[in-house]
C-alpha cells in the first residue's frame, strides 16, 4: 500500500506535486470525470462522494494526504455557486471526516483568499475573499486547521506544464496563440508566481516535516499579469500578443495586488525565486 495519497493530481498543482515526488509511494487519483489518466495516475474518486471515500479509508491508512483537489475556475464558481461549496467544502469536509486520525493532512490552499487591496498577506492577515471560489477556499481551510496533524499551504500562480496541456497561465498562452484567438490581461492584478517545480517541492518538504497551521509559499517579488505575460512570452518564443483591461471591465471577480509573505524565518518560509527575475 502507497504511503501517500494524492488527490486533484491532475490539476495544476496536483501534476506538479505528482511529477516531483517518489513514485513507489503515491497513489495519485483524479476524479471521477477524468476521462483520459495521464502517466502516474491509478485511480479515481470525488471527495463529496461522502460513502465512496469513507469505503476508500476503510480499506487503506495512508500516511501522508495531500489534497489539491477541487474546482478552482472563478468563472465557473460564479456561475455555480452550490456546485463550488460541494466539491469545494463538503469535499475536503469529507476527507477530514474519514481520514483515519493519524493521518496526516496537507491541504494545499490559494491566495484567493485574500481580495488585493491590503496587501501584502502574511499567515495571519485577516482573509476577505472576493468570489465564490474564494469564500468556498476560506471554509474549507477553517476545517482544515480545526484538526490535529494538518498544514494549509497558500500559493500564488504556479507557472509550468499540465497533465492535459490545458490549464494555467502558461498553457492559457500557448492555446490561444496556437488557435489564433484573442487574449486580454488584466492590468490591475499582481501576484506571487513561482516555477511549479520549485512550489512543488517547498510542499514535499513542508508535508514531510511536523508543521502545522498554515504556511505561505512566497516569492522574492510580486509580478503583474502583463509583466508575467511578457516574460512568458519572450522565454518561451510563443510569439503571443494581447491586450489588456482593468479587473472592474471582466465579468468575473479578479483579486488585485495579492502578493503573499511570510510570519516565518525557518528555512521552509524561504522565498522562491519569481518567474520574472528582478
Do not use: K
Amino acid at each position: 500500500m502507497a504511503n501517500v495519497f494524492l488527490f486533484g493530481a491532475t490539476s495544476m498543482l496536483g501534476w506538479s506535486i505528482l511529477r516531483a515526488g517518489d513514485p513507489t509511494e503515491i497513489t495519485a487519483f483524479c476524479n471521477d470525470n477524468t476521462r483520459r489518466w495521464p502517466a502516474g495516475v491509478s485511480r479515481a474518486i470525488d471527495l463529496d462522494d461522502g460513502p465512496a471515500v469513507a469505503a476508500l479509508f476503510a480499506r487503506e491508512r495512508p500516511r501522508l494526504v495531500i489534497n489539491c483537489a477541487g474546482v478552482c475556475d472563478v468563472g465557473a464558481c460564479e456561475d455555480a455557486p452550490e456546485f463550488a461549496h460541494t466539491v469545494n467544502v463538503e469535499g475536503t469536509r469529507n476527507l477530514l471526516v474519514h481520514a483515519p486520525p493519524e493521518t496526516r493532512i496537507v491541504h494545499c490552499s490559494s491566495d484567493h483568499v485574500f481580495g488585493g487591496d491590503a496587501g501584502p498577506y502574511r499567515e495571519d492577515s485577516p482573509t476577505a475573499p472576493i468570489s465564490v471560489y474564494g469564500r468556498t477556499r476560506v471554509e474549507a481551510e477553517q476545517l482544515v486547521v480545526a484538526r490535529a496533524s494538518t498544514l494549509v499551504i497558500r500559493a500564488g500562480l504556479w507557472i509550468g506544464p499540465s497533465a492535459t496541456g490545458q490549464i494555467g497561465h502558461l498553457d492559457w498562452l500557448r492555446g490561444r496563440h496556437r488557435r489564433g484567438l484573442p487574449m486580454t490581461i488584466v492590468t490591475d492584478e499582481c501576484r506571487s508566481a513561482v516555477w511549479a517545480e520549485d512550489a512543488a517541492r517547498r510542499v514535499w518538504d513542508l508535508a514531510r516535516s511536523s508543521i502545522v497551521g498554515i504556511r505561505h509559499i512566497t516569492a522574492t517579488r510580486a509580478v503583474s499579469r502583463p509583466e508575467l505575460a511578457r516574460y512568458l512570452d519572450r522565454h518561451f518564443a510563443i510569439g503571443a500578443t494581447f491586450a489588456t483591461e482593468l479587473r472592474s471591465q471582466r465579468r468575473t471577480p479578479h483579486i488585485g495586488n495579492v502578493e503573499l509573505a511570510t510570519i516565518h524565518t525557518d528555512r521552509l518560509a524561504a522565498p522562491l525565486p519569481s518567474v520574472v527575475p528582478h
